[in-house]
């Protein structure tokens, strides 16, 4: 098994070590597909999974595409059909495009849990594990609203169209918006999940309307983008800024006041309970449709209390 080691719990980062996740022969064997390889949200999600497995004496091998891409998952999952683990836990890249690669890891017989984001037609999987992400992007709305309450300009600045995930935090967010009439939506823009592009968009934006009050950044790389894009303009503290996701740099961008509040998901848990999902539907014992997870706003004001363990591991 590939086993990418990343930061988790304790700091030693080695859920692969003496014994660490392998079960042994008759120990199962699962796959963690991440949406993106080096995504702080992914690692956080990879803890999780392996300190369960861990517990249950399975073994886990984690693969990830380079980039957030139907075209580079696909391939992935067509390997690991071909190899068979028990399981396969997976955050599909695209709402349509990964639908057939996956239905075809379940007709192999590969137990499938959907983390994070989910497909058109998720029949095929166990269980589907995610955050409230609707509930977020309004969330992320209240935050702006709470900060310019004679309301403006808002913008979105997303991944690309299709993700389950990043499309329900536009949707909530957009909402929340249509709700208060002093606001005005210059609607969702998608940076690829490339940081630079996000600071393009961000940059242009705010040329073309100084005024704008707010933007949700709808993940940690548009989060990212935008705060170079922010910082670039010299709007920081004038333009309240709010990232989807707690990874480092989100963090120090909050107490920097580049950003003014993150909402943090909690990965690690929705892998605990992946692996969760994933081992009762081996051992033949029910699983649960859809389980969702819960999300904390993280400002300033409680980063050092109840924010604190929100923040994400990395590599
Ligand atoms: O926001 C998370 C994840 O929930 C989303 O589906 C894709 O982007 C992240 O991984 C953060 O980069």
Do not use: W
């Not at 309307?209 to 707010?214: A, F, S």
């Not at 509040?261 to 309970?273: F, H, N, R, S």
């Amino acid at each position: 098994a590939t086993l990418i080691l990343a930061g988790c719990a304790g700091g030693g980062g080695d859920a692969g070590g003496d014994g660490g996740s392998g079960g042994g022969d008759d120990g199962y064997n699962i796959a963690f597909v991440q949406g993106v390889a080096g995504d702080e949200f992914y690692i956080s999600m990879q803890c999780g999974i392996e300190e369960a497995a861990k517990e249950a004496g399975a073994t886990v091998q984690v693969q990830g595409p380079e980039k957030f891409d139907p075209t580079l998952q696909k391939p992935i999952v067509d390997a690991l059909v071909a190899s068979k683990p028990d399981a396969l836990l997976i955050a599909p890249t695209d709402v349509t495009a990964m639908q057939a690669p996956i239905q075809a890891a379940a007709d192999a017989g590969i137990k499938v849990v959907l983390v994070d984001t989910t497909l058109e037609d998720p029949s095929m999987a166990v269980s589907q594990i995610a955050s409230d992400n609707e509930g977020g992007g309004a969330a992320a709305f209240e935050a702006i609203q709470k900060a310019h309450p004679e309301g403006g300009k808002v913008l979105v600045v997303s991944i690309d169209p299709g993700i389950s995930t990043s499309d329900a935090r536009g949707e909530g967010f957009e909402k929340a918006v249509a709700e208060d009439s002093k606001f005005e939506s210059l609607g969702i823009e998608y940076s690829h999940n490339e940081p630079a592009e996000a600071a393009r968009i961000v940059t242009a934006a705010l040329q073309a309307n100084p005024d704008i009050v707010g933007i949700f950044a709808a993940n940690l790389f548009a989060a990212e983008g935008t705060a170079t894009g922010i910082q670039q303009a010299g709007k920081q503290g004038e333009v309240t800024v709010v990232g989807f996701d707690a990874g480092p740099a989100q963090v120090e961008a909050l107490r920097n006041d580049v950003v003014q509040a993150l909402v943090a998901q909690e990965p690690a848990t929705i892998g605990k309970d992946g692996v969760a999902q994933a081992l009762a539907a081996l051992e033949g014992d029910a699983t649960e449709e859809k389980i969702q997870t819960g999300f904390t706003v993280i400002t300033k004001e409680n980063i050092d209390t109840d924010g604190a363990d929100a923040v994400y591991k990395s590599t």
